[in-house]
């Protein structure tokens, strides 16, 4: 049963547009959220995160928006660019742990 | 600042065989994980570590086993390795933030 899951496996996005992806976790006790960016070959690096505390946090292009009640999380990118195509995880924790629970992805593909 | 390092990057294994993967941080921290990532499966933690000379089981440990001798070091263990097995391994640190830094990755294929 998985508890962080992103329900899109791919999105594509023209160049300039907004890239939103989504992710629904089922967990109660998740308290702190994170998305991860990872290309081809390399390994997951840290994108944003957002407490529980929070509905919204931005940085740049990035921003993540927290809907408790909904126990959903949604991570817009504007403008897309096609360097931002990647696979993007959404990861929570519980309890002000360091474990982390990822969603299974979702292929990003910014087109020119 | 090499960051969290892992080798090999790739291996090729018959069914039964052993092997261990190593995982090194420079960052100086207490925790250390074991990831398997499979495709539509996300990353799933095999096994992790809160110190020095600490293990405790994650999510899919089995057919695993994994030892921290060194603070900066943390190895993976594959006593009789399985196709099942056949996937991308990620080493990845924390400590103090939640956010965790990720080694490159190991592909394992499993013949």
């Known amino acids: 049963d998985q508890q962080v899951k992103q329900n899109s496996p791919s999105l594509s996005v023209q160049e300039g547009r907004i890239s939103i992806l989504n992710c629904d976790y089922t967990?109660?006790?998740?308290?702190?959220f994170l998305w991860y960016k990872k290309y081809p070959a390399e390994g997951p690096t840290f994108l944003i995160s957002i407490s529980s505390i929070k509905d919204k946090n931005e940085d740049g292009r990035f921003t993540v928006f927290l809907n408790k009640s909904a126990k959903h999380l949604s991570l817009h990118i504007v403008p897309s660019q096609p360097g931002d195509s990647a696979v993007y995880f959404c990861a929570a924790s519980a309890n002000a742990g360091n474990m982390l629970t990822f969603g299974g992805g979702t292929r990003l593909m910014v087109k020119p | 600042n090499a960051g969290v390092t892992q080798t090999p990057k790739f291996r090729v294994l018959k069914t039964g065989q052993s092997m261990t993967l190593l995982c090194a941080q420079d960052m100086n921290h207490e925790y250390m994980y074991w990831y398997r990532q499979d495709p539509g499966m996300g990353l799933r933690l095999i096994h992790y570590s809160v110190g020095e000379g600490t293990t405790a089981k994650g999510e899919v440990p089995d057919g695993y086993n994994v030892s921290r001798l060194k603070k900066q070091n943390f190895l993976l263990g594959l006593e009789s390795a399985a196709p099942s097995q056949t996937s991308v391994y990620f080493c990845a640190s924390s400590w103090p933030s939640y956010e965790q830094y990720f080694g490159p990755g190991t592909r394992l294929t499993v013949t």
């Open positions: 967990n109660s006790m998740f308290d702190y």
